[in-house]
């Protein structure tokens, strides 16, 4: 018999096995499926059941890809995602042909001047330069690669200038000046991978001005890795000044105040997502994680749902105080809004006492989070646009204003957005989401799950070796770059020399009528609401 015969026999008799064991597989399935007793369709139709199953497995992603139009994703829709990253990768935020916003639908406006700034009666730093690297898009074909260049680029920083920087805790020893108006909102190692904190550590840093929250997991090395001012936020856990009771380490905090980078402290009573203590899977707790936090590896850690060392505003204040005095270092406090009279109390004891937080982090129900509940998400916590006015005016209303700063968070992630804010009262601004673009995460909404395929929300050291931290630090110096450009050029169109004077004045709301009212009038209604 000839070789190429027996070649031909053992490839049929090859493809026989196969088929063979596919047969004998479905067989399987269809008397195991017939007689399991957890789903019901599979019982009845197994063949069916499991090609329904597994349409239903990459539901998400043919959702995302094929079936969402461009402006109807969430959390964030393919338009809001490719603006991040276009900032990011190329420093480009030009569009084409026309705005896909719905103008038919109800919203907020920035209110345009007849006679914008020039160029030249901008009020900024004209000094301050960023080297950071971007790339120029060469070439985009449908079946090859793109072709792309990596080049290095200098540009200014599109930093505030001196007289406008803001000055946080005045009065403390050692008061915290920042000169960009926008931040990296609170983000733990654990939540995200080291990579991912790296990344944001350094271009931070490379961007100058600006600052990040550590999250209530503690202040990691990671945070440190780039030399990014650092605001170190405290949770009910107390995770990296604890002691081994769970109480304040008040030795610990100390050391933790004398770490340069370290230029204030935030106390968490809750976030827009979920207003009760942190929550992080045990698979995410590595020995490193659980040194950094002080608790135990590979446990599931959950953070009380408040404070135990204060039940009430004047021993918050109490607290506030004596970490001050502790550290000389500014002390805010994060706060979700949940009602017209939330802040009244503490406004009032400000007043009275003459206490209080340097600043407060308003966080509204639309923010985002590592792990959360359904019921939390959805329906507890005003979203930022009420949240933030209610917050405003309470203090002014109790005359406390000027001795505190706000900074809001909640998908302020584009240069209009952050213009709206800034007009109704906030005075610093955070961002989580749209940083943690930046680094590489496509919304595949698997934080809780530490499978996080792009190695943003994981500690898996196999999935964070895809997150590149020098390549995508430079990413998140271009987006905020860019972000700081786009908000002095709406600044400029509304007539302004700087975005730090937004006000009122400057926005509209347009109802699904087409009826504009202004932001002035909508918040004098809710001043008569506050009383």
């Known amino acids: 018999m000839e070789i190429a015969n027996i070649l031909v026999i053992i490839e049929f008799a090859f493809i026989a096995l196969i088929l063979l064991g596919v047969v004998v597989f479905i067989g399987y399935l269809l008397i195991f499926d017939r007689n399991q007793k957890q789903h019901s369709i599979l019982r009845n139709y197994p063949a069916l059941g499991r090609i329904r199953y597994f349409f239903e497995k990459i539901g998400p992603e043919m959702r995302q890809y094929w079936f969402n139009s461009d402006t109807e994703g969430k959390p964030f829709s ?5 603006h991040i990253v276009r900032s990011a990768k190329y420093k480009r935020d030009v569009v084409g042909f026309g705005s896909r916003r719905d103008f038919d639908e ?7 001047s007849m006679f914008p700034k020039l160029n030249e009666e901008i009020k900024m730093d004209q000094e301050t330069m960023v080297t950071t690297k971007k790339y120029i898009l060469l070439n985009d074909p449908l079946f090859t690669d793109r072709k792309e260049k990596w080049e290095d680029d200098d540009a200014l920083a599109n930093l ?66 780039g030399g990014a001012d650092i605001i170190m ?39 827009g997502a979920k207003t009760r203590g942190g929550h992080i899977d045990a698979e995410k707790v590595n020995p490193e994680i659980a040194a950094i936090r002080k608790v135990e590896p590979y446990k599931s850690v959950d953070s009380p749902n408040r404070f135990k060392q ?5 021993s918050m204040c109490d607290f506030i105080e004596k970490i001050r005095e502790h550290t000389g270092k500014p002390v805010g406090m994060k706060i979700v809004i949940g009602s ?29 989070t590592g792990a959360s509940y359904q019921e939390l998400i959805d329906s507890v916590g005003l979203p930022i646009k009420s949240a933030l006015p209610i917050l405003d005016l309470t203090l002014k209303k109790y005359g406390v204003r000027d001795r505190v700063k706000i900074i809001a968070a909640g998908k302020l992630f584009t240069p209009d957005r952050i213009a709206i804010a800034l007009a109704m009262g906030a005075d610093l601004v955070n961002i989580a989401r749209g940083f943690m673009i930046t680094v590489g ?79 002035e009038n909508i918040l004098k209604e809710m001043e008569q609401q506050i009383g």
Not at 106 to 112: I, K, S
Not at 357 to 367: A, K, N, Q, S
């Open 441 to 519: 995460c496509i919304q595949t909404l698997k934080c809780h799950s530490n499978a996080c395929p792009v190695g943003v929300a994981t500690t898996d050291p196999d999935l964070q070796y895809a997150l590149v931290v020098d390549e995508k630090k430079y990413r998140v110096v271009n987006y905020l770059v860019t972000l700081r450009q786009g908000l002095f050029r709406i600044a400029a169109a509304a007539g302004l020399d700087s975005p730090v004077h937004f006000r009122p004045n400057h926005i509209c709301y347009k109802d699904d009528k087409g009826i504009v009212v202004t932001l």
């Open 233 to 271: 936020q405290i949770g009910p856990a107390m995770f990296g000044v604890r002691d081994e009771n769970g109480e304040m380490d008040w030795d610990e905090l100390k050391r933790k105040s004398e770490i340069p980078q370290v230029k204030a402290f935030e106390i968490k009573l809750a976030q």
């Open 310 to 314: 204060f039940g009430d505003i004047a």
């Open 340 to 368: 017209p009279d939330s802040a009244e109390e503490l406004a009032k004891y400000m007043k009275d006492s003459g206490k209080g937080p340097d600043f407060i982090t308003v966080d509204g129900g639309e923010g985002g």
């Open 160 to 225: 505030l200038h001196d007289d406008d920087a803001v000055v946080i805790g005045p009065k403390t020893r050692h008061p915290f000046v920042v000169k960009s108006l926008i931040g990296m909102s609170a983000m733990s190692y654990g939540a995200l991978g080291k990579n991912a904190i790296t990344a944001l550590s350094k271009g931070l840093a490379l961007a100058k001005g600006t600052w990040m929250n550590t999250g209530e997991g503690g202040l990691s090395p990671y945070h440190l890795e």
């Open 106 to 112: 109800e919203g907020f406006f920035v209110r345009n």
């Open 78 to 82: 393919r338009d809001d995602y490719e």
